[in-house]
């Protein structure tokens, strides 16, 4: 079963304006990582918020986490066409606890068309 | 720092065979995980090795299998392939503070 699900499936909005995608999750988690794929490439790592933060910023990106109701949101703001890809949210399978790389469960994505 | 690499790129391969993929992972990274990426199943986690050691196994039948050497380089295998096991193969190298960065990825069709 998927940890993550995001939220739009698809979105479409036109360069210049923000774009909000949003994560849910249904257990615990220690932290939550934002990926970005273009046209099936690799996975490009955007940002990984610690269940101890709030709110993350990078650059144009802006990731906040919210435990009590295990959800995330990554928000672009003044988007460019570049920036249409893929988004997925992805948290950690659980099943490792010893301080290291735990495998992570993604969601299916959020498919993100910035029209010029 | 270069980034995690991935040979090949891309791989056919027929029903039967066997195949082996590599990972190297970026400089002073000493966990490797492997995915899996299908349009149908997205993407799932495969295994994660750490010092020469699987520490972690997602829900992949027996013939997912793996090894990492001493360098931290990793090779996964997929012995007896079958067409459902066409997929992107993403590796990632994990830093100390948990971000795992992924490669380019080997794309295997099997025919």
């Known amino acids: 079963s998927q940890q993550g699900e995001e939220d739009p499936q698809a979105l479409s909005i036109q360069e210049g304006e923000n774009a909000t995608m949003n994560c849910s999750y249904k257990?615990?988690?220690?932290?939550l990582q934002w990926y970005r794929q273009n046209s099936g490439r690799g996975l490009v790592h955007l940002i990984l918020?610690?269940?101890?933060?709030r709110e993350k910023h990078s650059g144009r990106l802006r990731v906040t986490l919210d435990t009590s109701k295990k959800s995330s949101s990554l928000l672009i703001t003044a988007s460019r066409a570049a920036d249409t890809a893929s988004y997925f949210c992805a948290t950690p399978t659980g099943r490792y606890s010893g301080g290291g790389a735990d495998g992570l469960t993604f969601g299916k994505g959020t498919h993100l068309i910035i029209q010029p | 720092k270069a980034g995690v690499t991935q040979t090949p790129r891309y791989l056919i391969k027929t029903r039967g065979q066997q195949v082996t993929l590599s990972c190297s992972p970026i400089?002073?990274?000493?966990?490797v995980s492997w995915y899996q990426q299908t349009p149908g199943q997205g993407l799932q986690f495969l295994f994660e090795y750490f010092s020469e050691t699987q520490r972690n196994k997602g829900n992949f039948p027996g013939r997912f299998s793996g090894r990492q050497f001493s360098n931290s380089r990793s090779e996964m295998n997929v012995s007896t392939l079958e067409l459902g096991d066409s997929a992107l193969y993403l590796c990632?190298?994990?830093?100390?503070?948990?971000?795992?960065?992924f490669g380019p990825g080997t794309r295997l069709t099997v025919l």
């Open positions: 990632a190298s994990s830093s100390t503070l948990g971000e795992q960065f």
């Open positions: 400089s002073g990274h000493r966990s």
């Open positions: 257990t615990s988690i220690n932290n």
């Open positions: 918020i610690r269940s101890n933060e």
